[in-house]
């Protein structure tokens, strides 16, 4: 690796160069005493400098072996696809409600990725919002994670009451599938505390993009207190960035930042937090025609691991995996009860009006 | 939140200065940019921007609340837990108690269809004491088709509760409640924020216009729709809100009237 690409302050940077260091193996064999006398900086810069060196080299060396000896791999962050194998089979999935929309999932929505779900208003993005925020609570025994929920509100569609009735709905719907079951039915209405379920989802109100980019970075830390945090939601990702950007270019550098560090917190704790970004729709002319697509651009569209598209296929709602790695394109009909989601029911067609 | 000034928020002086000096004064400025672009505009290495990006970015997050600490804050400090009854019965129940207080409520519908009066009758309730069922409250009515008719609003007081209604300095007192304004261009204030900021309801009512299923919009996935199916539903035109899709996204709730024969 070359100095140049070094994450230190770019005078230091012109410093070392000055003074005939381009490379890091030149660095090697160098005290911090002299480095500080020949750069003319203080002890304690060349010190860093020296640490920021040498956590590059151990990375660097690690690529560079990878095959060659097992002693390697203990120092390296790359793994083996045999060994994520492993890792992936035990992944668990977030029940959305519907069987047949779990189904085009694979079981659900997925641990440790970065999933988009985008729709027209009123498809129900937020509804569905609110039911994982609550399903992923289900305890672990009963088929669940029995995780608690972060929801990042910026449009202020997040509704209480509408939370307390899913909740509800859902501790009732899973006593009544156990007891069917025949398990110990007060172990179970313990464990299944309305009040919990509320009190188990983190609701933060966003006002601005810049409150946006806060709660993103907060999160890391917020998530190292809270343990247990098992999904993030965030309803929606658009909503700020459509109103108040002028330069574009920016926007997507912004963008591309914030997907980014979602992605390392999806990925960062093997306790394997689910991201859930909800974004809005516009129409764009391709092919001839006004058609429908997520906001944010051709660049947003690269961020996410998984698509979902929510539409409507004539009266009734329908999800569609537009993007995924490890799942095939497919459409599952679902609706939007009182009870939250579930499959399709003849009862919960759209009116005609929009 | 956003324009709080990096200069208040007690972050070690050496740093804190160098943001000043590079005439990056408010959070908004540091967090629009790249960590790698602080890097180079502040001349300081990764892990000092870092550490910066992350005090300021914990002091302009807002602070959290849990789902069961909404409730309990509503129904303690808000009228009716944060909702306008409207009292009709059915709309309330689907509603969960009424208009709601913090998010944008849309009443779009055809012309004629009862719009107007459903905002006259909406700001009078808002103006009614609580123990009527009311917010107690002022209420600013914007006012851009010249429909507000103070002579309406009066009788619709006095036939639904004629037991408040009964002499002209209660009109009075109701009628002073209500601050009509009637800007005739596009104003400078966004109704979103005044609905975040202070909790209070805030309805627009929307007009409408047509649509046939020829224009209706589609995702590329779902194909051309075979031009060969003739439905008798395909000429029907059906009703669709004006101001299109992005507009629609900022709206919370929608509420459509129309009429069933």
């Keep these: 690796m070359e100095i140049s690409n070094l994450p230190i302050s770019p005078s230091h940077r012109g410093k070392l160069l000055a003074a005939g260091y381009t490379t890091l193996a030149s660095l090697s064999s160098i005290s911090p005493v002299q480095l500080a006398q020949e750069l003319n900086i203080a002890l304690q810069e060349a010190y860093d400098i020296l640490k920021v060196t040498s956590e590059s080299r151990n990375f660097e060396s690690c690529n560079e072996g990878l095959g060659e000896g097992a002693s390697l791999f203990s120092h390296s962050r790359a793994k083996t696809a045999w060994d994520m194998l492993s890792e992936e089979r035990s992944l668990r999935h977030i029940t959305t409600g519907s069987q047949k929309f779990d189904a085009i999932l694979g079981g659900g929505i997925h641990c440790s990725e970065v999933t988009e779900i985008g729709g ?181 569209s690269h961020a996410c691991t998984n698509r979902i598209i929510l539409y409507w296929n004539g009266d009734e709602r329908h999800a569609y995996i537009d993007k995924s790695p490890s799942l095939p394109s497919a459409a599952a009909p679902f609706s939007v009860t009182c009870e939250g989601i579930r499959d399709a029911l003849p009862q919960y067609k759209r009116a005609r009006t929009t | 939140m956003a324009n709080k000034l990096i200069s208040q928020m007690g972050l070690p002086p050496a740093i804190a200065n160098i943001f000043a000096a590079r005439n990056i004064s408010t959070a908004k400025d540091a967090l629009s940019m790249t960590e790698l672009d602080l890097m180079a505009l502040l001349d300081v290495d990764l892990g000092q921007v870092k550490s910066a990006v992350s005090r300021i970015s914990e002091i302009v997050c807002p602070p959290y609340q849990t789902a069961l600490s909404l409730t309990e804050d509503r129904i303690r400090s808000e009228r009716s837990g944060g909702h306008l009854p409207t009292l009709l019965k059915g709309l309330d129940d689907a509603l969960c108690g009424g208009i709601p207080f913090g998010s944008l409520t849309e009443v779009v519908g055809p012309a004629g269809i009862g719009k107007t009066q459903f905002c006259l009758k909406l700001a009078l309730l808002a103006a009614l004491p609580v123990s009527y069922g009311g917010l107690d409250g002022r209420i600013v009515y914007v006012d851009t088709e010249s429909k507000f008719s103070s002579q309406r609003l009066m009788e619709i007081g006095r036939s639904s509760f004629p037991q408040i209604f009964q002499s002209d300095r209660v009109l009075k007192e109701m009628g002073g409640r209500i601050v009509v304004l009637r800007p005739s261009s596009l104003s400078e204030f966004t109704e979103r924020s005044v609905a975040e900021l202070s909790r209070t309801p805030v309805i627009v009512t929307n007009q409408v216009r047509g649509q046939t299923n020829s224009e209706a919009l589609h995702y590329p996935f779902e194909g051309q729709r075979s031009g060969a199916v003739k439905s008798p539903e395909s000429f029907e035109s059906h009703l669709v809100a004006a101001l299109g899709i992005q507009w629609a996204h900022a709206v919370t709730v929608r509420l459509v009237f129309e009429a069933h024969s």
């Design chain 1, 120 to 300: 027209a208003p009123g498809i129900g993005k937020t509804q569905l919002g609110i039911q994982l925020a609550v399903n992923v609570q289900i305890p672990v025994d009963y088929g669940g994670l029995g995780g608690k929920a972060v929801y990042i509100d910026t449009e202020g569609s997040f509704m209480v009451e509408r939370a307390y009735q899913i909740a509800e709905a859902c501790i009732s719907n899973t006593l009544d599938k156990f007891n069917f079951q025949g398990m110990d039915m007060r172990a179970c209405q313990e464990k299944m505390q309305l009040n919990n379920f509320l009190s188990n989802i983190f609701y933060f109100r966003i006002c601005s993009y810049t409150e946006q980019i806060a709660v993103i970075n907060y999160l890391e830390k917020f998530l190292e207190e809270q343990k247990n945090v098992k999904i993030i939601i965030i309803d929606s990702i658009t909503f700020h960035f459509r109103q108040d950007f002028d330069d574009l270019a920016l926007r997507t550098r912004v963008l591309s930042g914030i997907s980014l560090k979602l992605m390392k917190l999806a990925k960062k704790y093997c306790l394997s937090v689910s991201v859930l970004l909800f974004n809005q729709v516009t129409t764009k002319f391709t092919e001839g025609s006004f058609q429908l697509t997520l906001a944010l651009g051709d660049s947003w």
